[in-house]
């Protein structure tokens, strides 16, 4: 059995006690909670704050602790996902300071997983960005080693439409590039939270990675993606992502989670899974979203 939870950046609106109190009321075991600097949003499921890390003292942490206690909900990783490689530098300097400070935040709150994006130079190529990686990252996974947290990377590529074009902005994207990244790494403290959608729509194998990089699975995102045959047939896998499929909950694309699952524990994976909340079919109005989410548990429930 895998402790299952969501990701709270679809409940943008609700503070930290109401989320956890949602959690709670409807037998969720855990929650990703978002972590992102108060401001205004820059995309969809970003600007979520309902943990402002910059304002956690002592007696917050305590407060926040007591509370999981009291609701019985546990808090399975903090979650920022900016691009640390941003071609601006005064941008990738805040995101990356801002990183650290949530890494700080899970070590103090106990919380073993930070969850984010490599991120990625979007006008230069892979062994560009490869290089920005080594001169930017080790910082930032240092501090992860002292506070002895680890890093879990989403396999997003955040490219979707025109706005992340030409290249998308994380070049985690695939198992040949994980690899790479680890290579240079070369310790324990960077791994996968790995969401097995990505691959759905990049035309890939979502099973293999859970073998190949079973000591990597440091946290689980449950979103399923369906792909328009039609609409692939027509535009091409060079046209903007969204052309030819859609970001849907578990159990609305194409992944055969049976089998994702039966995979899952032939990885020796046993943390938590938590489901990320993407789909448009669902998100008109919070009754909607609501609906959604309680459907998806129920789904998946049946696996997990």
């Not at 601006?88 to 995101?95: A, G, I, L, V």
């Not at 073998?211 to 328009?228: P, Q, R, T, W």
């Not at 919070?286 to 989410?293: K, M, N, P, S, T």
Request: a negative charge; hydrophobic letters at 40%; proline letters at 5%.
């Amino acid at each position: 059995m895998y402790d299952l939870g969501f990701v709270s950046a679809i409940f943008a609106d609700k503070t930290f006690e109401e989320v956890i109190d949602f959690a709670s009321d409807h037998g969720f075991k855990c929650v990703e909670l978002m972590c992102w600097p108060l401001g205004k949003a820059e995309r969809r499921y970003a600007g979520v704050t309902h943990i402002d890390v910059d304002a956690l003292d002592e007696l917050k942490i305590n407060y926040i602790q007591s509370y999981l206690r009291k609701k019985n909900v546990y808090i399975s990783g903090l979650g920022y996902y900016p691009n640390p490689l941003d071609a601006d530098e005064e941008k990738r300097t805040f995101y990356i300071n801002h990183i650290k400070k949530v890494i700080s935040a899970a070590a103090l709150l106990n919380i073993p997983v930070v969850n984010t994006f490599i991120g990625r130079h979007q006008m230069l190529g892979l062994k560009e960005n490869l290089e920005l990686f080594q001169k930017h990252w080790p910082s930032i996974i240092q501090h992860a080693g002292v506070n002895k947290v680890k890093i879990g990377i989403e396999n997003c590529p955040m490219f979707f439409s025109t706005d992340e074009w030409p290249n998308g902005k994380n070049i985690a994207i695939s198992p040949d590039i994980w690899q790479q990244l680890f290579d240079v790494e070369g310790g324990e403290h960077l791994g996968l939270n790995y969401d097995p959608s990505h691959l759905v729509w990049q035309q890939m194998d979502y099973l293999l990675p859970l073998k190949e990089f079973s000591e990597k699975l440091f946290h689980i995102h449950l979103k399923d993606a369906k792909v328009y045959r039609d609409k692939l047939n027509r535009v091409g896998i060079l046209a903007t992502p969204l052309e030819y499929h859609s970001p849907k909950l578990p159990g609305h694309g194409d992944i055969n989670w049976k089998t994702f699952f039966e995979s899952l524990r032939k990885s020796g994976y046993h943390g938590p899974v938590v489901i990320e909340f993407e789909d448009k079919s669902y998100e008109s109005n919070e009754a909607l979203i609501i609906q959604g989410l309680l459907e998806t548990k129920t789904f998946v429930e049946q696996y997990c």
